[in-house]
């Protein structure tokens, strides 16, 4: 299992930026799908983003597709979710998790919580409108 420790969380003005990170331990980071979900209040944590072990491809909820951004540094074994245009509606916890690619020969966008094993304590955005 993947350790994973978010950062960047705060309180933000509607329309602006924030880039929170996800830093993991281990060695075998690259081998690992990484991906954002958020909880708020009284919700289900739902899906944010992902982005896969072979080659880094992204995808996105189509709530945040066009406004969030996923990459990630292998050398650093960080993920980083880049977030513009931010409304009252993505004020939530911001949780980090990893699936390992076991037997996987091509990367699957995996977007259920179910499939990620590791999970991060979490990270507060605010949005204030």
């Known amino acids: 299992q993947v350790q994973l420790v978010e950062s960047g969380g705060r309180l933000v003005q509607a329309g602006g930026s924030l880039r929170l990170s996800c830093a993991a331990s281990?060695?075998?980071?690259?081998?690992?799908?990484m991906g954002w979900f958020r909880q708020a209040p009284g919700k289900e944590r739902e899906f944010v983003g992902g982005?896969?072990?072979?080659?880094?491809?992204?995808y996105y909820a189509a709530s945040v597709k066009g406004r969030f951004t996923i990459s990630r540094d292998d050398a650093k074994n960080t993920v980083y979710l880049q977030m513009n245009n931010l409304k009252a509606e993505d004020t939530a916890v911001y949780y980090c998790?990893?699936?390992?690619?076991?037997?996987?020969?091509?990367?699957?966008?995996?977007?259920?919580?179910?499939?990620?094993?590791?999970w991060g304590q979490g990270t507060q955005v605010t949005v204030s409108s």
């Open positions: 982005i896969t072990w072979s080659g880094g491809s992204t």
């Open positions: 281990g060695r075998t980071f690259s081998s690992y799908t």
């Open positions: 998790a990893a699936r390992f690619r076991f037997r996987d020969i091509v990367a699957v966008p995996y977007t259920s919580t179910a499939d990620f094993g590791s």
